[in-house]
């Protein structure tokens, strides 16, 4: 997953907390994504980005928000945490052919 | 709409061979497939473009249908290292908004 930096890797959070999750990518590519990943579900795109300051929703976008002030940095936020966001978040840029993904943030919230 | 994969799951001895299948309701300019290993993020494997060719590297090739909207993916004479969940992801022809829709997943589990 080299270029591609999630953290953090593993939270707990309580029902209402908030917490930022933070892609970095040490690349220049333009496109952005988060998605989740539940059992069975595959992986569900949250939000996106098409360029820096640019943000948009994509199928699951509901309880979440986001940020892309620099290019390299794509921020998802939870203001008030559920037990249903509950799953493992990935980040992804898009290269010249493919995606690639950073290691995962597994979110447990309780 | 996710695109829709088949198997759902399979089970093969090491040396033999696998299909796995991706459809689509809506029309593509790409499909992409990705293999995930547990407790890791999935790799990207292969890409086919609208027009373009079957792609493949080694024993994994793929070939897309853009009339049928549909992909297939080729594993010949699986190694124990294939073991993984396999996804598709598909892409509308809407330049400018690119985005991947994945499917499902399928479980491939290769046994000595």
């Known amino acids: 997953n080299a270029g591609v930096t999630q953290t953090p890797k593993f939270r707990v959070l309580k029902t209402g907390q908030s917490m930022t999750l933070l892609c970095a990518q040490d690349?220049?590519?333009?496109?952005m994504y988060w998605y989740r990943q539940d059992p069975g579900m595959g992986l569900r795109l949250i939000h996106y980005?098409?360029?820096?300051?640019?943000?948009a929703k994509g199928e699951v976008p509901d309880g979440y928000n986001v940020s892309r002030l620099k290019k390299q940095n794509f921020l998802l936020g939870l203001e008030s945490a559920a037990p249903s966001q509950t799953s493992v978040y990935f980040c992804?840029?898009?290269?010249?052919?493919?995606?690639?993904f950073g290691s995962g943030t597994r979110l447990t919230v309780v | 709409q996710q695109p829709v994969q088949s198997p759902q799951a399979v089970i093969l001895r090491e040396g033999e061979d696998a299909v796995i299948n991706c459809s689509s309701s809506?029309?593509?300019?790409?499909v992409h497939w990705y293999r995930q290993k547990h407790g890791e993020a999935p790799v990207f494997l292969m890409i086919?473009?609208?027009?373009?060719e079957q792609k493949g590297h080694e024993k994994i090739s793929a070939s897309f249908n853009e009339k049928k909207q549909q992909s297939s993916l080729y594993l010949t004479a699986s190694q124990l290292s294939y073991s993984g969940t396999y996804f598709c992801?598909?892409?509308?022809?809407?330049?400018?908004?690119?985005?991947?829709?994945f499917g499902t997943g399928t479980r491939l589990t290769i046994i000595p």
């Open positions: 690349m220049n590519h333009e496109y």
């Open positions: 980005s098409v360029g820096e300051g640019t943000t």
């Open positions: 992804a840029v898009k290269r010249n052919y493919g995606y690639t």
């Open positions: 809506k029309a593509l300019y790409s």
């Open positions: 086919l473009l609208k027009g373009g």
């Open positions: 992801g598909t892409e509308p022809p809407n330049f400018g908004n690119e985005k991947l829709t």
